[in-house]
């Protein structure tokens, strides 16, 4: 089945730690996604990638880090910098082809720090 | 700067009630417009979307959804819902080709029997 991937599901980190989210697509999609939620705050982009190998910030890039080194993978690193990185994180991906470009979106994963 | 604004943070339907979700949404170019849904820690599935074309489009699960552009909204409405349309519910705006998209707060529904 085609779809996007996320692990691990639940995630604690101790303060200091940083943390690597994972995403995977087998959808052949161009673009990928990395958005952070919190409660009342809807959805906020924290990096997008377009094409392999390359990379643009979101909203709220401070604190994270992502690389694009496979079409299908898109991993995020919530590093010791991001102040408040306790948040449900979402992943996304969409084709960049044709004119009817939608994102999917993965199951999540919640991030806890202790 | 593009935004969307769902004004109702929380709203509760009787099961086999009509339902409509407001959205309201600020975009410089022609917006391409979309209504996902989300059941408690669970990701985002779309329920319909508008590009182009017929200004009332039709989504899963028995959704549907009017643009006007005059109000700049895109309400969401269902004529019966169901116990299992409790959920938390984001309307986005984009631009076509790349989909950097805008999200509202997002609207949660409770169903009461």
């Known amino acids: 089945d085609g779809g996007i991937t996320q692990s691990p599901k639940y995630l604690f980190r101790k303060e200091g730690q940083n943390v690597t989210l994972s995403c995977e697509q087998n959808l052949n999609h161009d673009a990928m996604y990395w958005y952070r939620q919190d409660p009342g705050q809807g959805l906020r982009l924290i990096y997008y990638s377009q094409i392999v190998n390359d990379f643009q910030k979101g909203d709220i890039a401070e604190g994270y880090s992502v690389s694009r080194e496979k079409k299908e993978s898109f991993p995020l690193t919530v590093t010791s910098a991001q102040k408040n990185p306790t948040a449900f994180y979402l992943c996304?991906?969409?084709?960049?082809?044709?004119?009817?470009?939608?994102?999917?979106f993965g199951p999540g994963t919640r991030l806890t720090v202790l | 700067a593009q935004s969307v604004t769902q004004p109702d943070i929380h709203i509760t339907v009787s099961e086999g009630a009509s339902l409509e979700l407001r959205c309201n949404y600020s975009?410089?170019?022609?917006?391409?417009l979309f209504w996902y849904v989300q059941s408690p820690g669970q990701g985002l599935q779309l329920l319909l979307k508008y590009f182009s074309g017929d200004t009332l489009v039709q989504g899963i699960k028995g959704f549907e959804a009017e643009f006007k552009r005059s109000q700049s909204s895109f309400n969401l409405r269902k004529p019966s819902v169901h116990w299992s349309d409790a959920a938390e519910y984001f309307c986005?705006?984009?631009?076509?080709?790349?989909?950097?998209?805008?999200f509202g707060t997002g609207t949660r529904l409770l169903v009461s029997p």
């Open positions: 986005a705006v984009g631009a076509r080709g790349f989909q950097k998209l805008v």
């Open positions: 996304a991906s969409s084709s960049l082809q044709g004119s009817t470009d939608t994102q999917y």
């Open positions: 975009y410089g170019a022609t917006p391409y």
